[in-house]
């Protein structure tokens, strides 16, 4: 704040000189007000007998400006950030404010007047699977005063427990089973919230930090399990993405890498004549053996909207072929027709498809 042609005025404000004057006699800005309806400022203005406003004149108006607005910053960063020498950061009160404002302000940590002492906090781990519960997590909380009333941890609305406090570090524990928000598809495989830390001796949340939700389960396919960022696991032999690889039927099974998937590899365009009978064999990675009591393998063919489903024959991990069966299509006048090709075992185990395969019915028919 500063009034321009104004006369020097000062305040001692924490031990600093508060100097309302022009901007030519190097003033600090730190907040632009509109103190008149119209007209210039008199040169004569005056602070309030506490130093809290400063009273101002134009020729027809008299307005008290108060020399601090810091209510209206909301963090910790906005408020040192604003250049405002009046205000400071009451971290347990979690607020800008005067420093007289702040309960117990001359106990270490409990006011910050710069920057650089606002709270940080750092949460490990900082995902976990929707189907883990009681988790001990270990909150590190940087700037922090003395906590010995305690403190509670709060994620959003979710749950809030207990921490227990051991110098700068918290421990708590994750939601409960009930607790745990459920993440379905549409709001992909996680979900943030905001996991705050909660003064028990004011009853306020003072620092916050990001903590992720993950859901392996809403990926259907091996590569989208694998390639998620979080610990996802794919089981081949039960067609699931989880976070636990102990639940796979067997280790053989458990897929992590992109690489180990099963997979079809990008092949060249397979023409197949409409009404000859012809075997398609496709060039694969990775592809199971079926266990005792699963399905063999088939193909699925989407033709004009319909599926149709031919028997295929696994001959090593590396090849499939779909059987002997002849394919037709309405629309004799079309030379081509792009089909969908899905590679598919125990019944409706799919195997990904990173190229989408287009095979082609090609029409030879003669008259």
Known sequence: MWAQGASVKRALFAGRSIRVEGPSHGALQYETLQVVEKGPILRDMAFSADQHYLYVMSET??????????????????????????????????????????????EPRRFASDIKQCVRLSVHPNNISVSQYNVMLVLEAHNVPELSAGVNCTFEDLAEMDGLVEGNRIRCSSPTEKDVPRIVIDQGDHQIVQLYLKSKETGLAFANTSFVFYNCSVHKSCLSCVGSPYQCHWCKYRHVCTHDPRTCSFQEGHVKEPEECPQLLPADRILVPVGVVKPITLRARNLPQPQSGQRGYECVLTIQGVEQRVPALRFNSSSVQCQNTSYSYDGMDMSSLPVDLTVIWNGDFSIDNPAENKERDKDVWEK
């Open 61 to 106: 108006q008299l307005t008290r400006v108060p020399v601090e607005a810091c209510e209206q910053y909301s963090s910790c960063s906005e408020c040192l950030g604003s250049g405002d020498p009046h205000c400071g950061w009451c971290v347990l009160h979690n607020t800008c404010t005067r420093k007289e404002k702040c309960e117990r302000s001359e």
